[in-house]
Every structure is written in structure tokens, then in C-alpha cells.
């Protein structure tokens, strides 16, 4: 099975401390792995997405940033959050390929307070 | 740039009701649309696709018709139930292969017995 874990579930984190979320995928080897944040009202919106280890494309500027340190592995980080990093982040795979399905993983629930 | 335009919501049925969420989207060349379904604190689940015009995607009594000429992707069930009650988001896929989605804002479904 293609499984894309996530971790952790849930965060709640103070404004100005650190951020680390982690995303793994399994049966599938250098997938495009993206990063998806849901906001309230916001609708869904594209982070940064990597095409292989150390390579990352970021869609939006802002507090975040990504690394792909291994091949099945795919992180989000900050320095210091803001309340507004606050929401739904999402971790999507593509196995490749121009017309392949993106799956999503389960989700990271952050508060930041 | 591309976009995707879905009724908001909420949309509250009978259980039994015809459903149609409207999407419609703008895109240059020839995109893949897709239906995702959001049950509440879970990711998203791939609902059903089209990758070219006059396809038609299907999956658990619901389907949608690629329209290229009316650039639409609308949502249908013939009879709902209280379970199909989620958030649905209607998405394209530009291609190019690395591409993120462009996703909607989501269309809140519920579903009363």
C-alpha cells in the first residue's frame, strides 16, 4: 500500500517557538511530495512541493519552510510561528508522472496560541 | 492563473435528495479535475476524476462530467444519505507533472436523516 503518514496529529504551540512536522510516505519510491495548509475561510492552499531529496519549490513566501531529507521523507518547520500559522497541514504524494493522482495523508491539526 | 470557483455552503438535503455541488474552473491548456471528500479532523479522500473533456468520473453513486466548453466539473448523487455528509472540494490538476493542485474552497454537505 502507498501509505502517507503524518506526525503528530494535533500541536498546540506558543507564538515565537519552533515547528517541526513530519511526513513519510511508504511503497513508492522519489514521489513528488507537496504540503498543503488548510485555513479557516481559506479554502486549501499550496505550500511547497519537491520533486526529490533537497529539492524544494516554495508556492507562497511566508514564516515556513521545507526540507526532503530522504526520499519517503518531507518536512515543515519554522523558527518562530505566528498566530496566523495556525490550521490544517497536509501532506500529499504523487507517485509521478504528468497525469497521476495526488493522496493525501491524514493531517496535522496546529494551534498556535 | 488557474482557479476553481464551488458554491460555499453550507448545502443541507433529506436524506434521499438529489444532490449537485457546482464547480467551475479556468485553466489554460488541458487540465485534470478531481472531487475530493473531507470527513470532519480526517485528510482528504480522492471521490472520483476526469482527465479529458466528455469524461465522465464515478465513484459510490456520485459522478461528474469534465464539460470543457461550460469549463465545469459539477458533483452529482441521485440519492444521499446521512453519511455522505462532508466537505466536498473540487480541484484541477494543470499537469506538467510537479504542479500542485488548485483546489476550491469546499462545499460543507449535511446530510439530515
Known amino acids: 500500500s502507498q501509505t502517507i503518514h503524518q506526525w503528530p496529529a494535533t500541536l498546540v504551540q506558543p507564538v515565537g517557538s519552533p515547528l517541526s512536522l513530519e511526513c513519510t510516505v511508504e511503497?513508492?519510491?522519489?514521489?513528488?511530495l507537496y504540503w498543503y495548509r488548510q485555513a479557516a475561510g481559506r479554502g486549501l492552499q499550496l505550500l511547497f512541493y519537491s520533486v526529490g531529496i533537497g529539492q524544494i519549490s516554495s508556492e507562497v513566501p511566508q514564516n515556513l519552510s521545507a526540507s526532503r531529507p530522504q526520499d519517503r521523507q518531507f518536512i515543515l518547520s519554522s523558527k518562530k510561528l505566528l498566530l496566523s500559522d495556525s490550521g490544517f497541514y497536509l501532506c500529499a504524494r504523487r507517485a509521478g508522472g504528468g497525469t497521476d493522482t495526488q493522496y493525501f495523508g491524514p493531517g496535522t491539526r496546529l494551534t498556535v496560541l | 492563473g488557474n482557479s476553481v470557483t464551488q458554491m460555499e455552503g453550507p448545502v443541507t438535503l433529506s436524506e434521499e435528495a438529489f444532490l449537485t455541488i457546482n464547480c467551475t474552473y479556468t485553466a489554460t491548456g488541458y487540465p485534470s479535475l478531481f472531487w475530493y471528500v473531507q470527513y470532519p479532523g480526517e485528510g482528504l479522500q480522492l471521490l472520483l476524476k476526469a482527465t479529458k473533456a466528455d469524461d465522465k468520473g464515478s465513484n459510490k453513486g456520485f459522478e461528474a462530467t469534465y464539460r470543457k466548453e461550460t469549463t465545469s466539473f459539477h458533483l452529482e448523487k441521485g440519492s444521499v444519505q446521512v453519511s455522505d455528509s462532508a466537505v466536498y472540494f473540487c480541484a484541477l490538476d494543470p499537469g506538467g507533472g510537479a504542479d500542485g493542485l488548485t483546489f476550491g474552497k469546499g462545499t460543507h454537505l449535511i446530510i439530515q436523516p
Open positions: 511503497g513508492t519510491s522519489n514521489p513528488n
